[in-house]
């Protein structure tokens, strides 16, 4: 049994019990939050697969990760790839149908947060389940929980708290990479469903902790907002939405920037979004109206 097939006892050692699901977590640059976040995972009440996927980390990640677990699967880019490319390189490692790629300040603070979430994925076409969380640093909101009132196609989700079954979302090539950093949720829901007819649903189990400080200013974030919306509506809108859908992410990012005092990151955004557009190197593959319609609701 190779080591990505056996699971991890409360210790972080390897056994040879075999391993039910796979968590990947991406890192960078914050050593003690994902120490905290193996060592909950290692409490969950099913036998787990730890994978690290770490994002060119200077802080003593790896080292600090290492001596404390020995035998969690670590890959490491010494440069930053960004997390889509963590969570690619995660999920083609893994050997469990179903992966949880989290961050690195996703805390599975219930032992039976990963148990009761693949009891989601029963149903066949279930391809992405979206798992109950909270940004306890900022507010008591729970995001991503089932209501009554949800009806259709889900397609927006927060990376931060989910899992995907690993062969739909590798047959449709992963999270876009080319993305590297927001928007690539999305993205991926769309492909899973146009491509397989794979789902994407609100999960039922326990509530995740995600550790994101408030007021976080990050000039990546922004710059790939407004980059990111222009290449996904050129990519995936009906043309006669196409150039209405760039022209109003173009003026909201830019409004953005102004109204923030940060113009730079958004400007460069917009500019790098549109000149991929405009030297071809972004390509359409447009989908179903009434899809594109459900995913633009979800904004």
Not at 155 to 166: E, I, K, M, P, Y
Request: aromatic share 8%; net charge neutral; charged share 25%.
């Amino acid at each position: 049994m190779s080591p990505a097939s056996r699971a991890l006892d409360l210790q972080g050692n390897l056994t040879d019990q075999p391993a039910v699901t796979t968590v990947v977590f991406t890192a960078h640059n914050r050593r003690d939050l994902v120490l905290e976040a193996i060592a909950l995972a290692l409490k969950q009440t099913v036998p787990i697969h730890i994978i690290v996927g770490d994002d060119a980390s200077s802080d003593g990640t790896e080292e600090a990760v290492r001596a404390a677990f020995p035998d969690v699967t670590y890959l490491r880019s010494e440069v930053s790839r960004g997390p889509c490319y963590q969570r690619n390189r995660g999920l083609e490692l893994a050997v469990t149908e179903i992966v949880f790629p989290l961050d690195d300040d996703s805390m599975l603070v219930d032992p039976r947060t990963l148990e009761v979430a693949l009891g989601d994925f029963a149903q066949p076409d279930v391809g992405i389940v979206c798992m109950p969380f909270n940004n306890v640093l900022q507010d008591t909101r729970v995001r991503h929980f089932p209501r009554p009132d949800m009806t259709g196609l889900l397609f927006d989700f927060a990376a931060c708290a989910h899992g995907l079954r690993r062969e739909a979302a590798l047959a449709v090539g992963g999270f876009n990479e080319d993305l590297f950093y927001t928007q690539e949720e999305g993205d991926l829901a769309l492909r899973m469903y146009e491509h397989g007819g794979w789902r994407t649903i609100n999960g039922t189990s326990p509530v995740l902790h995600h550790m994101q400080v408030p007021g976080k200013i990050s000039y990546i974030q922004e710059y790939t907002t407004a980059r990111n919306k222009i290449l996904v509506y050129y990519r995936y809108a009906p043309l006669r939405h196409m150039f209405v859908r760039i022209a109003g992410s173009v003026v909201t990012s830019v409004l953005n920037g102004l109204k923030r005092r940060r113009p730079k990151a958004w400007i460069s955004g917009v500019r790098d979004g549109l000149g991929l557009v405009l030297s071809g190197k972004a390509k359409r593959t447009p989908v179903r109206p009434d899809i594109f319609s459900a995913y633009i609701r979800q904004r």
